[in-house]
């Protein structure tokens, strides 16, 4: 069945056919047969660009009806969206609303703990070096006190004295503390290591204890701190804050254990100290007493927990420098009595009075007495270090006991010659009854 198109190239034939019926020039039949090869070629590209458009529709429609599909999807995706911002926004609302609670409940809370911080004491993360330096000056300070009052001679009263003085030692039932009853620098050294020894077990024993804190308790903090090192360091805080609080009650109690501490000392030492010497001994003891007090309660505000110890083992102290006369002080391979001894120190003590190997026994270097506690972390499995403390070794006594044992011997050998002039007088005095001139006659 023909087209339009080719109904239309019929007609339009049949009018230039006519027109050719009634030409009678060949040059025109000519011209209409171009025209008509010319429209045949016209409706060809005609043709081709209507292929081409029909085409081109068929992919937009196919294109139309994916582009509608994913409207459709989108649309069901803003419907989904629309109702998760609605549920999202309900969801916002609850928490701005719990947030605010929250943030009330926070601030009662933060009230509170403003409230409670009154009754703590912020403990201070302490620096290895700051405790060190602390316990080293403390203990410079208290052997400077007994080199003053102790490096000079005794007069022969006193002497006599401390003939039968037993210093303190910190090793119980210890009988190797040797002190000579002479004015020799051994045995100055002695007593002055044995002054020092009395007031650290004085500060010990009184002074080197929370305030008002019974022992037993004290030792269970201590196992505490151990276990739980940070409620110990939160009930340490607490009481030191209440301890504050109570401000006349910690001053009597230090004053308590500050006079306590200076009568132990004054009554262990009172043979050596010259009576002339004992008040104002007394009152720079007392100040020194006072000073550990308040350094002492500078160590228990440290985060860890400090305590002292006189029983750690010999590998926890080092040598106590020994006092040297001036001529003597000067001497490279003397310490000076007021230094705490570095490994330097030590070495250079350990050179000047460590007794010949001939002469050196296998127990040369056993404690004696410790002198100045060690200053130890209570907490063992703690990272921050122990500061080692002072001790009177076995091999520093040798020549004291080397005088005290000649001292025996003049005593033994003087009593024996008293023994012996005494038996001596005894026949004369018989003899005398049978000589001219006596009275008496058997």
């Given at each position: 069945?023909?087209?339009?198109?080719?109904?239309?190239?019929?007609?339009?034939?049949?009018?230039?056919?006519?027109?050719?019926?009634?030409?009678?020039?060949?040059?025109?039949?000519?011209?209409?047969?171009?025209?008509?090869?010319?429209?045949?070629?016209?409706?060809?590209?005609?043709?081709?660009?209507?292929?081409?458009?029909?085409?081109?529709?068929?992919?937009?429609?196919?294109?139309?009806?994916?582009?509608?599909?994913?409207?459709?999807?989108?649309?069901?995706?803003?419907?989904?969206?629309?109702?998760?911002?609605?549920?999202?926004?309900?969801?916002?609302?609850?928490?701005?609303?719990?947030?605010?609670?929250?943030?009330?409940?926070?601030?009662?809370?933060?009230?509170?703990?403003?409230?409670?911080?009154?009754?703590?004491?912020?403990?201070?993360?302490?620096?290895?070096?700051?405790?060190?330096?602390?316990?080293?000056?403390?203990?410079?300070?208290?052997?400077?006190?007994?080199?003053?009052?102790?490096?000079?001679?005794?007069?022969?009263?006193?002497?006599?004295?401390?003939?039968?003085?037993?210093?303190?030692?910190?090793?119980?039932?210890?009988?190797?503390?040797?002190?000579?009853?002479?004015?020799?620098?051994?045995?100055?050294?002695?007593?002055?290591?044995?002054?020092?020894?009395?007031?650290?077990?004085?500060?010990?024993?009184?002074?080197?204890?929370?305030?008002?804190?019974?022992?037993?308790?004290?030792?269970?903090?201590?196992?505490?701190?151990?276990?739980?090192?940070?409620?110990?360091?939160?009930?340490?805080?607490?009481?030191?804050?209440?301890?504050?609080?109570?401000?006349?009650?910690?001053?009597?109690?230090?004053?308590?254990?500050?006079?306590?501490?200076?009568?132990?000392?004054?009554?262990?030492?009172?043979?050596?100290?010259?009576?002339?010497?004992?008040?104002?001994?007394?009152?720079?003891?007392?100040?020194?007493?006072?000073?550990?007090?308040?350094?002492?309660?500078?160590?228990?505000?440290?985060?860890?927990?400090?305590?002292?110890?006189?029983?750690?083992?010999?590998?926890?102290?080092?040598?106590?420098?020994?006092?040297?006369?001036?001529?003597?002080?000067?001497?490279?391979?003397?310490?000076?009595?007021?230094?705490?001894?570095?490994?330097?120190?030590?070495?250079?003590n350990q050179s000047a009075e460590r007794p010949s190997p001939s002469r050196r026994k296998s127990k040369s270097s056993a404690v004696v007495t410790c002198v100045w506690p060690m200053l130890k972390v209570a907490n063992t499995s703690?990272?921050?270090?122990?500061?080692?403390?002072?001790?009177?070794?076995?091999?520093?006594?040798?020549?004291?006991?080397?005088?005290?044992?000649?001292?025996?011997?003049?005593?033994?050998?003087?009593?024996?010659?008293?023994?012996?002039?005494?038996?001596?007088?005894?026949?004369?005095?018989?003899?005398?009854?049978?000589?001219?001139?006596?009275?008496?006659?058997?």
């Amino acid at each position: 069945m023909a087209n339009n198109d080719d109904i239309e190239v019929f007609v339009q034939f049949m009018t230039y056919w006519r027109k050719l019926s009634n030409s009678k020039s060949a040059e025109s039949a000519e011209n209409i047969t171009n025209e008509l090869v010319r429209l045949r070629e016209r409706h060809q590209e005609n043709c081709t660009i209507i292929n081409r458009f029909t085409e081109d529709n068929v992919k937009l429609s196919k294109r139309t009806g994916a582009a509608d599909e994913e409207m459709k999807r989108l649309q069901g995706e803003v419907e989904r969206l629309q109702v998760e911002l609605t549920r999202n926004k309900k969801d916002l609302a609850d928490a701005k609303r719990k947030a605010k609670d929250c943030d009330q409940r926070l601030g009662e809370e933060a009230e509170k703990v403003k409230q409670l911080e009154q009754y703590r004491v912020n403990l201070v993360v302490e620096s290895g070096d700051d405790v060190s330096e602390r316990w080293i000056e403390l203990w410079k300070m208290i052997n400077q006190l007994a080199t003053d009052y102790f490096s000079d001679d005794l007069d022969p009263d006193t002497l006599q004295g401390a003939r039968g003085w037993k210093p303190s030692t910190s090793e119980e039932g210890s009988t190797n503390f040797p002190s000579p009853a002479t004015n020799s620098k051994e045995a100055k050294q002695m007593r002055i290591i044995a002054v020092d020894t009395a007031i650290a077990l004085a500060l010990m024993e009184h002074i080197f204890w929370p305030v008002g804190i019974e022992r037993e308790f004290s030792e269970a903090l201590s196992d505490l701190a151990c276990l739980s090192p940070d409620m110990e360091s939160f009930h340490r805080s607490s009481y030191l804050a209440v301890i504050d609080k109570m401000e006349d009650y910690q001053n009597e109690t230090v004053d308590r254990a500050v006079k306590a501490a200076r009568k132990e000392i004054l009554s262990s030492i009172s043979q050596i100290l010259p009576e002339a010497k004992t008040k104002d001994f007394g009152n720079r003891l007392e100040h020194v007493c006072k000073v550990a007090a308040r350094e002492w309660r500078i160590f228990q505000q440290y985060k860890e927990r400090y305590e002292v110890d006189t029983a750690a083992g010999e590998n926890s102290y080092r040598p106590v420098p020994l006092w040297q006369p001036a001529a003597e002080a000067s001497s490279p391979r003397t310490n000076g009595a007021a230094r705490h001894p570095t490994s330097d120190d030590t070495r250079s003590n350990q050179s000047a009075e460590r007794p010949s190997p001939s002469r050196r026994k296998s127990k040369s270097s056993a404690v004696v007495t410790c002198v100045w506690p060690m200053l130890k972390v209570a907490n063992t499995s703690s990272s921050v270090p122990n500061i080692p403390g002072l001790a009177l070794v076995s091999y520093q006594t040798s020549e004291a006991e080397e005088q005290v044992r000649r001292e025996k011997r003049r005593t033994s050998r003087g009593e024996s010659k008293e023994d012996e002039n005494t038996n001596i007088s005894r026949p004369m005095a018989k003899i005398g009854k049978f000589l001219p001139g006596s009275t008496n006659s058997s």
